[in-house]
C-alpha cells in the first residue's frame, strides 16, 4: 500500500519552487488593462500561460482558450474527472506585514497572496495528479486539471470552457476547505443606486470603502465638510476608544478626511470580518447631512451595520440543511455630485429566493429613495453525501488526516465545483487552520499543504482506477 504522506513530503522542494513562481504573479484581475489578447488583463493571463508552460513541461497536453481558462489533460475513457482550480486572486489590500507577492515561509507559514485561495492548493492537487502520470498509474477516466483566471469575480474564464469544451462528468474544486463541501449555498447581489443631493449644515464630498462584494471592507474614508471641526475631531478620538476599529482625522482645506480601519474577511463570512464601513457611517451617523448623503450614512448605519443575517429587513431565514442566508456590504462608495453605490452580497439557502429578499431590502430603501437591482447569481447547489464522489473523497481525507468524525459541509462559498451536477469542493484548508482568504497576510501552513497534496494523490488515484 502507497504512503502517500512520505511521496507528498518527497515532492515539497520542487512544489514550493514552482508555487513560488506563481505566487510572484500579481494576478488581480484588471479591466482598465484589458485587450483583446488579454480579456482580463495581463497578469491573469500571464499566471495562467506560466502554469500551462509547467504543464507541456511536465508532459501533460494542455490547451489555452483565449487567455481566459486553460487545461492539462491527462488519461482516456468515456468519463471525464474534472479538478478545477484558478490563478487569480483577490487585490492585495493594506494591511500586509510582508510584501503580498514575494512569497514567505514564517513558523512553517506560507504567507502570500493566494497561497491559501486558491494557488497553493490547487498547486499541490497539481502535483499529486502529475506523480500518478509519471508512476505510470492506468487511468481508466481521463483527467482535465482546468484552471481560471477569473474566479474571484464573475467567473468569465470558466464559463468560456464550458461553452467551448465537452461537459465533465464529475469533478471537484480544490478551493474551501476538508472533509469535502457538498452543498453550496445560492449567492447573488443587491446594487444599490443612492441619489446625490447634499445640502445638511454637514456635507459628505466622498465615502469610499470596499474592494470587491465577496471581502469585507478593511478600510473607509470619507471627506466631510462641517461648521465645527474640533467637535467632530473630538467624538471621533471618543468613537475609536468605544469601538473595535483603529483611524485618524486630519485637517483637510475644507473640511475633514476620516479613516476607519476594521477587519477584512470573506464575503461568505462576514460575520469574522470587522466592517468598516458600516463603521465609518455610525459615526457619521450623528451629523446633519441631507438628501442623498444623509440616507446613503443612514442606511450603511442603521440597517447594514452589525447586521450580517438580514434581521434589521425582517429577512432572517435558516434552512436545516444548507444554513443562514447571510449578506455582505462589500462596495460602499459615495461621490457628491454623482451620489452613492452599495453593493449587498447575500449567501442563501434553498426556501428562500432572491426576490423575496429583494422585496424585504426594497421596503427599507424605498422610503429612502435608494433604488434596487438584482445582479446575476447562482442558485443553492447540493450533491447528495452517498454519492459516490463524496465517499471516494471523504475516505482519502479521513484516512489521511485520521479525522474519523469527519462530515460533508455545507458552506456560502461559491466554487466552480457548483458548474458540475456532481461536482464538490474538496480542501484544502484543514478544519483547525485560521481561514485568511480574502484577508491581510494570507497564508497556509507549510504541513498542510503537503498533507493535502497527499490527500489528492490518494483522492484522484481512487477515482481513476475504481
Request: aromatic share 10%.
Amino acid at each position: 500500500m502507497t504512503d502517500w504522506m512520505k511521496v507528498a513530503q518527497s515532492q515539497e522542494e520542487s512544489y514550493l519552487k514552482d508555487l513560488t513562481t506563481l505566487l510572484e504573479i500579481p494576478s488581480v484581475r484588471d479591466d482598465q488593462a484589458a485587450t483583446d489578447e488579454y480579456p482580463l488583463g495581463p497578469m491573469p493571463a500571464k499566471a495562467l500561460q506560466e502554469f500551462l508552460k509547467m504543464a507541456k513541461n511536465d508532459g501533460f497536453r494542455t490547451k489555452n482558450i483565449d487567455n481566459l481558462v486553460g487545461y492539462a489533460e491527462w488519461g482516456e475513457g468515456d468519463e471525464t474527472l474534472a479538478i478545477l482550480a484558478h490563478l487569480d486572486v483577490m487585490p492585495a489590500g493594506k494591511g500586509w506585514e510582508t510584501d503580498p507577492f514575494k512569497p514567505v515561509i514564517k513558523d512553517g507559514k506560507l504567507y502570500a497572496r493566494g497561497a491559501s485561495d486558491d494557488k497553493g492548493p490547487g498547486l499541490a492537487c497539481y502535483y499529486a495528479l502529475k506523480y500518478l502520470k509519471d508512476q505510470g498509474v492506468k487511468f481508466n477516466k481521463k483527467v482535465r486539471f482546468i484552471v481560471g483566471t477569473d474566479e474571484e469575480s464573475n467567473w468569465t474564464g470558466m464559463h468560456r470552457y464550458f461553452e467551448v469544451e465537452p461537459a465533465p462528468t464529475l469533478g471537484f474544486s480544490p478551493d474551501a476547505e476538508f472533509p469535502v463541501i457538498n452543498g453550496e449555498k445560492g449567492q447573488f447581489s443587491l446594487l444599490l443606486d443612492v441619489p446625490a443631493g447634499n445640502k445638511g449644515t454637514a456635507r459628505l464630498k466622498s465615502f469610499q470603502s470596499g474592494l470587491r462584494f465577496n471581502m469585507v471592507p478593511r478600510e473607509a474614508v470619507a471627506e466631510i465638510t462641517t461648521s465645527d471641526k474640533e467637535k467632530v475631531m473630538s467624538a471621533f478620538g471618543q468613537f475609536i476608544d468605544e469601538n473595535p476599529v483603529t483611524g485618524q482625522i486630519e485637517e483637510t482645506m475644507d473640511g475633514l478626511k476620516i479613516t476607519v480601519i476594521g477587519k477584512a474577511a470573506h464575503g461568505m463570512e462576514p460575520e469574522k470580518g470587522i466592517n468598516a464601513g458600516t463603521y465609518l457611517a455610525l459615526f457619521l451617523n450623528q451629523y446633519d447631512f441631507a438628501g442623498g448623503a444623509a440616507s446613503f450614512i443612514q442606511f450603511l448605519a442603521e440597517y447594514l451595520h452589525l447586521d450580517t443575517r438580514m434581521k434589521k429587513f425582517n429577512s432572517a431565514f435558516t434552512d436545516d440543511v444548507m444554513g443562514e442566508l447571510t449578506m455582505n456590504a462589500g462596495i460602499l462608495n459615495f461621490i457628491e455630485e454623482n451620489g452613492g453605490k452599495i453593493n449587498m452580497n447575500f449567501r442563501y439557502p434553498k426556501g428562500i429566493t432572491p426576490d423575496e429578499i429583494q422585496e424585504k431590502v426594497e421596503q427599507v430603501t424605498k422610503p429612502l429613495k435608494i433604488m434596487v437591482k438584482q445582479g446575476e447569481g447562482q442558485e443553492p447547489h447540493y450533491v447528495d453525501p452517498e454519492d459516490p464522489i463524496v465517499k471516494t473523497l471523504m475516505k482519502a481525507y479521513t484516512d489521511i488526516s485520521g479525522d474519523q468524525g469527519a462530515k460533508p459541509e455545507v458552506v456560502g462559498g461559491g466554487t466552480y465545483g457548483r458548474l458540475m451536477k456532481r461536482g464538490v469542493a474538496f480542501g484544502a484548508l484543514m478544519p483547525n487552520t485560521p481561514n485568511t482568504m480574502h484577508q491581510a497576510n494570507e497564508f497556509q501552513p507549510v504541513d498542510d499543504l503537503i498533507t493535502s497534496m497527499a490527500i489528492y494523490m490518494q483522492a484522484i488515484n481512487d477515482l481513476v482506477t475504481d
